[in-house]
């Protein structure tokens, strides 16, 4: 599954390509809990399917979470940030996936907290 090929790194994960070239692999770096976040937000919210790359699985305690590996985003994303957004605008937290911009790093527990308290908000 987890090939050598690391294809990105932040302060929380390191991201790997997997065998299947269409996944890739984020590892979660010491104890946090972004990777279990990032599954949380992307099982719980569905009506934001289309702003987020799509979660795959992810192991028992949040280790490894498999998910749909996207291009680099060469060009300045032309995303309507939505609130719940404005806490992560970094260039590389974005990425092309069937021609369109995705979220990769939705984990922010302030996004979360934003959705939980705001739920049932219109996005756009
Ligand atoms: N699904 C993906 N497809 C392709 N590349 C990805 C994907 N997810 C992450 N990456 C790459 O790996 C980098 C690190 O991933 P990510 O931003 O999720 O980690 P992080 O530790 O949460 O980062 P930060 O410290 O910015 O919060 C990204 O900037 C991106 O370049
Ligand atoms: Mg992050």
Redesign the pocket.
């Known amino acids: 599954m987890i090939t050598k090929e690391k294809?990105?790194?932040?302060?929380?994960?390191?991201?790997y390509a997997h065998e299947n070239p269409l996944w890739?692999v984020?590892v979660q770096?010491g104890d946090g809990k972004?990777n279990l976040r990032?599954w949380e937000i992307w099982e719980s919210f569905p009506e934001l399917h289309k702003w987020l790359?799509p979660c795959v699985s992810i192991s028992e305690c949040g280790k490894y979470l498999v998910?749909?590996?996207?291009?680099?985003s060469k060009k300045n994303p032309r995303v309507k940030f939505a609130k719940m957004f404005k806490h992560?605008r970094?260039q590389?937290?974005w990425?092309i996936i069937g021609g369109k911009v995705k979220c990769?790093?939705y984990?922010?527990q302030k996004i979360l907290d934003y959705l939980k308290n705001k739920g049932g908000e219109k996005w756009e």
Not at 7 to 15: A, M, Q, T
Request: charged share 35%; net charge negative; aromatic share 0%.
């Open positions: 294809i990105g790194h932040g302060s929380s994960r390191d991201v890739c984020k770096i972004e990032e790359v998910q749909i590996r996207g291009e680099k992560n970094k590389n937290s990425v990769c790093d984990a922010d």
